[in-house]
């Protein structure tokens, strides 16, 4: 599906609430035996749980790890989140709606937006349908207005076309004109203030004309009112009365104090007369001079403005002063011209564009003014639960509470505000597993201290590459715990690095997921930035500061896969690299969750950077910094993560030669030895990509900016004798750790062929049993994991040791 179609469908499907439940995830339940090694099941459930991006687990029955918090003593305060402002479209509909208020408030002409059918009119929907049919204009027949209440989930009778299109008339396409008109009108005014500001003022055509007080007094009966009431109009009219001067000075005394009272314009001119001032009235506030745009020189305040778009002050019944900018425009100077006066506040053009155009603030979650006990948050989660389905939380469906919450999400007038406590660092407030610092620990709960299982050891297990970073980094390789209640929720987001994630919920009610495979991963994002374009316009990484989210059923109909489960207490969600997930919380509970990397995430970790680099997005580590600590330390390496970092390491040694070989062409000579993991991931970032250097950069004595090699030819403009290679290894170490990672898998392609042939039916039975020993040992040594070929060797050396008969050498006495 193209990207016009997929915003099609996603206005349809706002505008008429349905949701349909994904199909579910996978649920794996390991066995006693299968469940001692996490990563070794994970690896084996892999091939079809990354299919589906998200998987659970069930722990057997017996494993019931104790909550090791002190509910007492744990204090957070939590995020605040407005649940219909999370979702894509409907912050489109949101902004839109306030740029709409906006644009008319400004004008001096708050809006009501109107009811259709018991609901509010969605003025971004119209828009867009109409939009799609080419514009008001061209919307000039029945059939097209029918299509579009159709597309809208209105009826399809005349009363609801003539509503739709005339409120498109009185609403929207003003606001249509003056978009299409902002460009030239704003460029003749500036145009206009520019030439005023260069030049001298010229006396031939003012900008503005002086005036007495006492000819404002003598024609102030002749300024305009309309029928609806008094007007903002700055100036009177020029009439025949200015010349022939018929009126009485009783009359003219009667109608000058009823006009002054009325017209707010002339309270701010009389203001400025001799005398004493108006009472009630705030100099400060009604001084015009104050916040004009352009100088005035020291022109008379009194003076009269001409337009600022015709530069003429004809009309003067029609001149209307900015509450904003104090510039003066005709009403049929404007662009939609407006058919009377305002009678409030009015704003120009220059000022409406400057307001209803400023960039909206980056969408994030506000903290709560309070701070909440577990106890404390659990009682205000489960009175709002309650009082919102008017029953007990815990009695209320999963079904029932996942619609509510899309059908909430997708609607622009529900106003419903949870807290979340999201993100609480393990180290600052202690984990939910028992760890060997937790107190009043019982020997039952050795166990799980040290169960791989247990989220705390999980990403430093053997075996899991991310053991090798020095830094804890909190949420990759520390624990972060989550507390959440009805309807808070996680947004579509992958992990770092696109490494794995699990999910423990301790206790409380469900969590529901979704979840992308990795696969699908780009599909989801162009569906997201397809659905919602104006949104990602403004913000492009708006899918990586995890505040966005979409009704699957959206993404599915853009060929999304997605899958859903719901996490119950004690039970584990893993999520696959490079899957984008999201959910809510069914109610009030408590999770913790952890990144790893198992062996074969380093590929595509790899892949993971060079997305990154494309996006100019910071890492959180330095992938060729741990591809290296993991080489330097290969005795420690079992034979998949050996493999593993060889591959990695040839292609960074490949690629760091190309690079340097190339620079040095370019006539880079200057050189230095530098220490990358001394320095903060702040020093070593490339200027151009973000991406954090270690094995090399260019840095410029000149300019003082650091580029990685492959942006060493664009980051500055200085010349190269400015510039020094700063390496970590030279290339004959990068050689030498490389044949160091190759002896260590070259010993595990010797033990498999040496298991083999001892195994073969042919294998002599001479020294056989002595053979089988030192195999077994070297296994232990090199760290072979369980596999179908150590199990058969173990099996055979087992054999071979029971069917030795003893050997007993009798010694005679004698």
Not at 187 to 201: Q, S
Not at 514 to 521: D, E, I
Request: with cysteine; net charge negative.
């Amino acid at each position: 599906m193209d990207s016009k179609n997929i915003q099609k469908n996603a206005m349809h499907k706002s505008a008429e609430f349905t949701f349909t439940p994904p199909p579910e995830a996978p649920v794996f339940e390991p066995t006693p035996e299968e469940f001692l090694d996490p990563l070794g099941y994970i690896a084996k459930i892999r091939p079809v749980a990354e299919k589906t991006g998200i998987c659970k687990i069930k722990p057997p029955a017996r494993w019931q790890p104790p909550f090791s918090l002190d509910v007492d003593k744990l204090k957070f305060v939590p995020r605040i989140q407005k649940v219909n402002e999370l979702e894509a479209i409907t912050r489109l509909k949101l902004l839109f709606l306030e740029k709409i208020l906006k644009f008319w408030d400004l004008q001096g002409s708050p809006l009501k937006i109107p009811m259709i059918e018991n609901k509010t009119l969605d003025l971004y929907c119209l828009k867009f349908w109409v939009d799609e049919e080419g514009g008001f204009e061209n919307c000039n027949t029945p059939k097209k207005w029918r299509k579009i209440a159709n597309a809208m989930g209105y009826s399809q009778n005349a009363n609801a076309m003539n509503f739709l299109r005339s409120n498109y008339e009185k609403i929207l396409l003003p606001y249509d004109i003056f978009e299409k008109s902002k460009a030239n009108l704003l460029k003749t005014v500036k145009k206009l203030e520019t030439k005023n500001d260069v030049k001298d003022v010229d006396t031939s055509k003012p900008l503005f004309k002086a005036i007495s007080v006492e000819s404002i007094i003598k024609t102030s009966s002749e300024v305009h009112t309309t029928e609806d009431g008094p007007t903002t109009a700055c100036k009177r009219p020029k009439t025949e009365s200015d010349d022939t001067g018929t009126e009485t000075e009783c009359t003219k005394s009667k109608t000058e104090s009823e006009e002054i009272r009325r017209n707010r314009e002339l309270r701010r001119l009389a203001c400025y007369g001799p005398g004493p001032k108006m009472p009630g009235l705030n100099d400060e506030e009604f001084d015009i001079t104050k916040s004009r745009k352009r100088p005035r020189y020291d022109m008379d305040p009194l003076a009269i403005y001409v337009c600022a778009i015709c530069q003429k002050d004809n009309r003067d019944d029609l001149l209307l002063i900015c509450n904003g900018c104090s510039d003066t425009y005709h009403t049929f100077c404007l662009k939609p011209p407006l058919n009377a006066v305002p009678d409030g506040d009015w704003r120009c053009p220059c000022c409406i564009a400057e307001e209803v155009h400023k960039p909206a603030e980056a969408f994030g979650f506000a903290q709560a003014e309070r701070e909440y006990t577990l106890q404390q948050f659990g009682e205000m989660a489960d009175k709002f639960k309650s009082d919102y389905f008017g029953m007990s939380g815990h009695l209320v469906p999963t079904s029932v509470a996942e619609k509510e919450f899309w059908r909430i999400i997708s609607s622009v007038e529900e106003d419903v505000t949870v807290e979340y406590g999201a993100d609480l660092h393990s180290m600052d407030h202690g984990s939910g597993f028992p760890t060997k610092s937790s107190l009043n620990l019982y020997p039952s709960d050795q166990e799980y201290v040290d169960s791989g299982w247990n989220l705390n050891n999980l990403p430093v297990l053997e075996g899991s590459v991310l053991k090798f970073i020095n830094a804890d980094i909190s949420g990759m390789t520390v624990p972060w715990m989550y507390v959440g209640m009805c309807f808070s929720a996680f947004c579509w987001h992958n992990e770092d690095h696109w490494s794995y994630s699990i999910n423990y919920l301790h206790w409380g009610e469900a969590k529901t997921w979704y979840g992308v495979p990795g696969s699908g991963a780009e599909l989801l994002e162009n569906a997201m930035k397809a659905a919602a374009p104006d949104l990602f316009k403004t913000q492009p990484d708006l899918l990586h500061q995890l505040v966005t989210i979409m009704n699957p059923n959206i993404l599915m109909a853009a060929g999304v896969p997605i899958y859903r489960t719901d996490q119950q207490a004690g039970e584990f969600v893993v999520t696959f690299p490079r899957a984008y997930h999201a959910g809510f919380n069914q109610g009030y509970n408590f999770a913790e969750a952890v990144n790893f990397a198992p062996p074969d995430w380093l590929k595509i970790g790899r892949e993971c950077i060079i997305h990154y680099k494309n996006l100019k997005r910071f890492c959180v580590f330095s992938h060729d910094e741990l591809i290296c600590k993991m080489a330097l330390d290969g005795d420690r390496l079992d034979l998949e993560t050996a493999l593993e970092t060889q591959k990695e390491l040839v292609r960074a040694t490949e690629e760091e030669g190309a690079l340097r070989a190339l620079i040095a062409k370019k006539g880079l000579k200057n050189v230095c030895r530098t220490a990358f993991e001394l320095l903060g991931d702040d020093e070593r970032l490339c200027e151009v990509c973000k991406t954090t250097c270690f094995l090399s950069s260019v840095s410029c004595a000149e300019c003082k900016n650091m580029a990685c090699l492959q942006h060493a030819n664009t980051f500055c403009l200085c010349a190269m004798e400015k510039k020094t290679l700063n390496y970590r290894y030279d290339m004959d170490e990068l050689h030498i750790m490389l044949q160091t990672i190759d002896l260590r898998v070259n010993s595990f392609d010797k033990w498999m062929r040496d298991a083999k042939n001892i195994l073969l039916p042919t294998a002599p039975d001479i020294g056989r049993l002595q053979k089988l020993k030192v195999l077994v040992d070297e296994a232990d040594d090199l760290k072979i994991p369980n596999c179908t070929l150590l199990t058969q060797l173990k099996n055979e050396y087992t054999k071979a040791t029971e069917n030795v008969e003893p050997i007993v050498i009798e010694l005679d006495d004698d």
